[in-house]
């Protein structure tokens, strides 16, 4: 069962067994060294359809509160209010459009790019959630622009749930497969670490 659908206090409790547990041994794994976001037909699939969706999804009434909060806590990282504000929107959005938590995407933006849209890394992944720009040819769109806050959190979205559901909810191994290093826990105890730390919530 993925994280976000368990109750408040067993996701805290389980986060930081998980971190406790990772800092303790390394899981041995069969399965060579993966490629970032290879490329699957499966997921090809869906981040086509995705994509190519609408993208008003935002509840205001229901991420009031959440966006208050976030932005308190986003102040050292964005410091214009209102750009603050579009950024946590359009996360907020692009998260409940996949089904996961917004507090998820923010801790692994926190951990792939520190919250920079233009984060270019030494392998060529690009914006904010370091999508693989392989993926705009590989589903049809190659104008699309990865700095583009919104279309960054699209693919980033897609393809980290896409990886969460593969992994039939275990996060290590999704998030793992997102940053191409499966059968390691250095990126995903970084990611989980950040998400305790810096961008919990008790949902009700």
């Known amino acids: 069962m993925s994280l976000a659908l368990r109750s408040p206090l067993i996701v805290g409790i389980t986060l930081a ?3 406790q547990a990772l800092s303790l ?3 041995v794994s069969a399965e060579p060294f993966a490629q970032r976001q290879a490329p699957d037909a499966e997921l090809r699939a869906l981040l086509s359809k995705t994509v ?3 993208d008003s999804f935002f509840d205001k009434f229901d991420a009031e509160v959440w966006l208050v909060d976030m932005s308190g806590r986003l102040k050292g990282y964005i410091k214009d209010p ?3 504000l ?3 929107k359009r996360v907020h959005a692009e998260a409940k459009r996949a089904n996961i938590e917004p507090e998820l995407v923010i801790s692994l933006i926190h951990a792939e790019s520190a919250f920079k849209r233009f984060a270019i890394s030494s392998v ?3 914006g904010l959630m370091q999508v693989m720009p392989f993926w705009k040819a590989e589903i049809g769109r190659p104008d699309d622009n990865l700095t583009t806050i ?3 959190l699209r693919y980033g979205c ?3 749930k896409h990886y969460i559901d593969k992994e039939k909810g275990n996060l290590i191994r999704a998030l793992a497969r997102y940053n191409g290093s499966l059968g390691k826990v250095k990126y995903p105890e970084k990611v989980l670490r950040f998400w305790q730390k810096y961008w919990f919530v008790k949902h009700v």
């Open 17 to 19: 067994v998980m971190i």
């Open 25 to 27: 041994s390394v899981p």
């Open 52 to 54: 190519n969706e609408a």
């Open 82 to 84: 209102q750009e603050r």
């Open 86 to 88: 579009n950024f946590l």
């Open 124 to 126: 060529g992944a690009q």
């Open 150 to 152: 919104e279309t960054n």
């Open 158 to 160: 897609t393809i980290l």
